[in-house]
Structure formats: structure tokens, C-alpha cells
């Protein structure tokens, strides 16, 4: 293809933090105000089953630095607060907050005319000479860019690696930036063979499909006002978003946590987190606009926990007898929110998303159908719901049964809706990384080469101990088993 791809060095270092599940109810205020931030240069926020990640500039962490210090301070008291049994258990179950000791540089990768279809071949190009120079990167797949981070220590290496691969620096006079150029040729993924030998896998039972439909949206900066405070309720409350048929518990909710709050702290932490609605820590002035060190790259690429809670009661106009049928249904719920100054993007469960922007709201969002599908599902299992609702009162009243299998019958009628959705809906393929660490290098490029390989386009989302690979609904099962198997 003679398409091309831009890759810009932004201004910016990034800490990574890493916020356990069971400790995220305690976190609302500064996660919020992560949220809020006036125009940053960088931000992602990350979140499956297992863990929040949050990709940060690294001088806006300071309250994140004294919690980790309030955490190192703990886990010292209860390694040496004697052997007892109860103390050593206490010990290994407290999940710290951590935080990258050396700060990340970030490569933004903008497509300028490649189908979305060719995103994980982005994915699998881009990453092949880093894995086989032993480098080890992070990546996110968003809406508007894609992104890859590098430890700032290895920048200079990454950026000496796209000229050795083929890549001519030029620059139009001494002051402008410097680009690189390369036309696309056969030697493109030269260093796969090395790459085989030196990356790691996790072992099989590693990879799990999360249960909801996702799909990526962008968001306009226009109305930033707007939607942020959208995010936060998706973020943090998104029990105060009614689905019927559905249960959205907040990422917030206590699981299995040893280390939580008394309910007086609860409640003074949410009520620090409302009040940052209303009046956010905005900087006196917005970062400045960041000025990127640009090279073009022409290429065939493109762009872009456990928690359980029962049921919130249906709207009003729902039957309100039906819903201890479906309050034993759990929802995890992912998500991961990219802002830059360029442009916003966020990928969550497609119907949360649906319910989050009504159709009067849509303005704020980039997409294509995928939410007017979701709102034909959402009716769906609202008429459902009325019909099912209707024959148990027709059978109370008559004290027979139709004989019908509630979970049958939701079999049946959920073929039809994924005939419609499943070639624009997502799912996320988790993959546990926590006994590998930060340093591994070809992790990336392993799981992404094995997809690729298989004409399964997908999109990359790194966590801190975790990876996220975003397919499409009709391929996840075979991409769950090819992933384990790699």
C-alpha cells in the first residue's frame, strides 16, 4: 500500500500507576481529578476486571505519590508485626497502589488513509523491531492515534532502530523538527523470526474474555464541559445509569478487598468526589500545546472486575416484579479513556455508552451505528422483559406454565441481535501479565503477530499488569484460543 503513517514524539513524560480493583472505591477524588484536567497532553485511563491504569503526565501524581508512600509505610508495619498466621495472610492479601519508577516517553501513530480494518497490522509492524531489539513497550489502540510508550532511557535506541530499519532523516531547515521517511518495502517484518525466539507468553488459562460488548467512540473537544462529567458517572457511578435487563455495577464497588475503608471514610471519599464536580482543580492556565517531533512512516496501517452488585430497579415504567428474575446478572465492565490536546477517544461497553448519550446527546460523540444498535438491543430486552413479565402474571393467575426455559429463550432471541451487531461490537480479551513485570519485551508484538497472522484485526490496549486485545465479537473465541496458545 502507498498509504503513510505519521509518528510524532510528544512533550511530554508519563508515570504509570496501577490501582488493584479492590482498592478503587477508596481512589474516586483523584482519579476524578485526572479526569478534569484541563487540557493535558497526554492522558489514558485503563480499566478491566483486575486493574485500573492510569497513563499520567508525571508532574500531576502528587496525590498518588503520598497514597503509594501510606501503602509502603503499611506493608512494612504488617511484614514486621509479627508470625502469626492473620498477620502473614494480611500481608500477601494488601494490594498496594504502585507506580512506575522511571518515567515514559510516548510516540503518537496517526494513519492518514488506511481502512480501521488495518489497525492490528499497525499493531504487529510497529512493535516487530522493538520486540527484537529487546525493548520493551507499552501500546493503546485509541479512536483518533494509536500510542506507544518506551521508558525514556530507550528513546534515543527506538528512534536509532526506525532509521536503522530503513527510515531517512530530512528536515526542510535547521529549525523545523526532524521527519522520517521510508517508502514500504518486502522487508517490513524482517525481525519476526528473532522475535519468536525472544519474546514471552503467558501460560495457557491466562487469557479470559470480559462479558460486554464494547465499542470505541471519539469524543468532540467541543463539549469537553460536557462529556467529562459523563466519564466521571461511567467512571465512577455508572450504577446511576439504568439499562433494563442489565446491571451496571460501579468500578468503585468493594470485592474482595482487605484493606478497605470504615464507612465514615467511605463516605467522606465520595463526598470529595461529588464535590469535585462542581468545582474542579483546574490549573490556572492549560498546558501548552504540545509541539511533536514528526516522521512519516507510508505503511498498510490505520487507527483505531470481577465485581458483582445486583441489579438497580428498573425504570419506572418497567414491571417491578421481574427483576429478581435477572439481579443475580453481573456485569464487568471495561474501559479505556485516551485525551490529548489533539483529539479525545474512548472505548466501554457499547449499551452503558447507548444509555450514557441519549440520542440528543450524540453531538458531543464521533461513531458510526454502533449506538443506534445498541439502543435496538436495549429496546429489545425493555419489550422482552414487558412480554416475559406479562406471561408470568397470565401463568400466576392461571397456575400453569408454559414450559418455556427463561435462559432458552434468551438464547434464541440473542442469535438474532448478534447477526446485526456482532461485525461492529467488540470484546475484550484479557490477558493476566502480573509474574512478567514492566521489563518484558515482545509481549506486544507476540500477541499481536499471532492475531495478525490469522486475519483477526484487532486493537491493543496495555495495563500495568495486564493486556487488553479488543476483537470483534464473532472472532473472540478463536482468538481466546490462539492466544493461549502462543
Known amino acids: 500500500m502507498d498509504s503513510s503513517v505519521t509518528v510524532s514524539l510528544l512533550p511530554v513524560q508519563l508515570s504509570l500507576i496501577h490501582i488493584p480493583r479492590s482498592r478503587l472505591r477508596q481512589l474516586t477524588t483523584p482519579v476524578i481529578h485526572q479526569i478534569l484536567q484541563n487540557s493535558p497532553t497526554f492522558l489514558n485511563l485503563t480499566c478491566n476486571e483486575l486493574e485500573l491504569t492510569i497513563f499520567a503526565e508525571a508532574g500531576t501524581i502528587d496525590e498518588f505519590h503520598a497514597i503509594a508512600r501510606r501503602d509502603q509505610l503499611k506493608q512494612r508495619a504488617r511484614s514486621g508485626s509479627g508470625s502469626s498466621r492473620k498477620s502473614l495472610s494480611d500481608s500477601r492479601s494488601f494490594e498496594p497502589i504502585e507506580i512506575s519508577d522511571e518515567n515514559w516517553s510516548v510516540l503518537q501513530i496517526d494513519s492518514h488513509s488506511d481502512p480501521v480494518d488495518n489497525s492490528g497490522a499497525r499493531v504487529n509492524e510497529l512493535s516487530a523491531p522493538l520486540a527484537a531489539a529487546g525493548i520493551s513497550i507499552l501500546y493503546q489502540s485509541s479512536y483518533m492515534s494509536d500510542f506507544i510508550f518506551v521508558k525514556r532511557s530507550r528513546l534515543g535506541e527506538v528512534m536509532a532502530l526506525f532509521e536503522a530499519a530503513g527510515f531517512d532523516f530530512y528536515s526542510t531547515d535547521s529549525t523545523s523538527p526532524p521527519v522520517l521517511t521510508r517508502s514500504r518495502t518486502s522487508s517490513t517484518h524482517s525481525s519476526v523470526d528473532s522475535v519468536r525466539d525472544k519474546s514471552h507468553s503467558p501460560s495457557s488459562g491466562d487469557v479470559c474474555i470480559l462479558s460486554p460488548d464494547l465499542t470505541c467512540v471519539g469524543l468532540e473537544d467541543d463539549n469537553v464541559d460536557h462529556w467529562s462529567l459523563k466519564i466521571i458517572k461511567l467512571v465512577a457511578f455508572p450504577d446511576l445509569i439504568p439499562i433494563p435487563g442489565h446491571s451496571s455495577p460501579s468500578i468503585f464497588s468493594p470485592s474482595s478487598s482487605t484493606d478497605s475503608f470504615s464507612n465514615s471514610e467511605e463516605d467522606e471519599s465520595l463526598s470529595q468526589s461529588m464535590s469535585s464536580?462542581?468545582?474542579?482543580?483546574?490549573?490556572?492556565?492549560?498546558?501548552?500545546?504540545?509541539?511533536?517531533?514528526?516522521?512519516?512512516?507510508?505503511?498498510?496501517?490505520?487507527?483505531?472486575?470481577?465485581?458483582?452488585?445486583?441489579?438497580?430497579?428498573?425504570?419506572?415504567?418497567?414491571?417491578?416484579?421481574?427483576?429478581?428474575?435477572?439481579?443475580?446478572?453481573?456485569?464487568?465492565?471495561?474501559?479505556?479513556?485516551?485525551?490529548?490536546?489533539?483529539?479525545?477517544?474512548?472505548?466501554?461497553?457499547?449499551?452503558?455508552?447507548?444509555?450514557?448519550?441519549?440520542?440528543?446527546?450524540?453531538?458531543?460523540?464521533?461513531?458510526?451505528?454502533?449506538?443506534?444498535?445498541?439502543?435496538?438491543?436495549?429496546?429489545?430486552?425493555?419489550?422482552?422483559?414487558r412480554e416475559r413479565w406479562a406471561l408470568e402474571r397470565i401463568e400466576e393467575e392461571n397456575g400453569c406454565s408454559n414450559g418455556i426455559d427463561p435462559s432458552e429463550e434468551e438464547e434464541s432471541t440473542g442469535s438474532d441481535q448478534e447477526d446485526e451487531s456482532e461485525d461492529t461490537t467488540l470484546r475484550c480479551l484479557q490477558i493476566d501479565l502480573r509474574k512478567f513485570g514492566l521489563d518484558k519485551h515482545g509481549l506486544v508484538n507476540r500477541f499481536s503477530r499471532v492475531l495478525d497472522e490469522n486475519c483477526i484485526n484487532h486493537m491493543y490496549s496495555s495495563s500495568y499488569k495486564t493486556a487488553n486485545l479488543l476483537v470483534g465479537k464473532k472472532h473472540a473465541l478463536r482468538a481466546q484460543h490462539l492466544l493461549k496458545a502462543c
Open 277 to 385: 464536580l462542581s468545582s474542579a482543580d483546574q490549573p490556572d492556565a492549560p498546558l501548552p500545546k504540545p509541539i511533536s517531533n514528526h516522521f512519516t512512516i507510508p505503511g498498510p496501517l490505520s487507527p483505531l472486575s470481577p465485581i458483582t452488585a445486583p441489579e438497580p430497579h428498573p425504570l419506572s415504567d418497567e414491571p417491578q416484579s421481574y427483576s429478581n428474575a435477572t439481579s443475580c446478572t453481573l456485569r464487568v465492565p471495561f474501559f479505556s479513556l485516551t485525551r490529548t490536546a489533539e483529539g479525545s477517544s474512548l472505548t466501554t461497553d457499547a449499551e452503558l455508552l447507548a444509555a450514557l448519550f441519549p440520542p440528543s446527546d450524540r453531538y458531543m460523540i464521533i461513531c458510526g451505528n454502533e449506538l443506534e444498535a445498541a439502543d435496538r438491543r436495549i429496546a429489545r430486552a425493555r419489550q422482552k422483559k
